[in-house]
């Protein structure tokens, strides 16, 4: 049987026994070039925002994993077996990869592989079981970043999620700067002219977005991206409410959102 859908979501909520042949029907760069009158490959400037997947079939251990990660500020996709965790990495756009190997319908061996066919570098960390030097090296020569087996701390964990991001997203630098805001991402702390920034953890989110796509202009949709997971309803309206709170921090200083109409939203300096 074929099923169609248009969203990850959706796919998600499948039982894990499903056997159907699935069609996620997503165009979004299409989509976009419609909205602009221009054609998808003029589309340069729409980044995504930063997302974090997590592959694990233990229901128990996805969710204390997922709620240490949200605790420390990420949003979290989960997703429990391989098939839906090769579409949602064919439809998304995540920063990173936690994926577990001995997933139903798809292993993780599997959706690693299918990941570099496509030529998608982002880095991929590995859950394991399995002890043995002979499936690290496997994972590793597939494309793996890391590997930590089971059971582990959770602090190794955000340690090493830590450190994969910092080298993918900010390229390999700890501190990034835009006017007099710093933000530590090792800390994932933000200040604003030497002082610490208080924010929100939405706020947060919306700024770590902008500030890893220094230069470039991000949807709306994009930044929900950042905020909200797939088990959460995302929208674009509540963006605003966030880019106007932050508008309002962010005055007086060497830094400022600019907004481009029907395209999204820039963070940029200021020019004394």
Known sequence: MRQVF?????????????????????????????ALNCAPHMILQLEVAVRILLVEDHPQLAESVAQA???????????HDGVAADLALTSEEYALVILDIGLPRLDGFAVLARLRDR?????????????????????????????????????????????????????GEQLQQCGDLVYDLGARRFSLKGEALSLTAREQAVLEAMIARLGRVMSKEQLAAQVFGLDEDASADAIEIYVHRLRKKLEGSAVRIVTFRGLGYLLEAVEA
Request: charged fraction near 25%; charge should be negative.
């Open 69 to 79: 990660l949200k605790g420390a500020g990420w949003t979290v996709d989960v997703l």
């Open 6 to 34: 248009s969203s990850v979501r959706e796919v998600s909520s499948l039982p894990a026994s499903t056997n159907d042949l699935i069609v996620l029907l997503i165009e979004p760069f299409t989509a976009a070039a419609g």
């Open 119 to 171: 030529g998608q570098t982002l880095p991929v960390l590995m859950l394991t079981a399995r002890g043995e030097v002979r499936d690290r090296v496997h994972g590793l020569n597939l494309g793996a970043d890391d590997y930590l087996a089971k059971p582990f701390e959770l602090a190794e964990l955000e340690a090493r999620v830590k450190a994969l991001l910092r080298r993918s997203v900010l390229g």
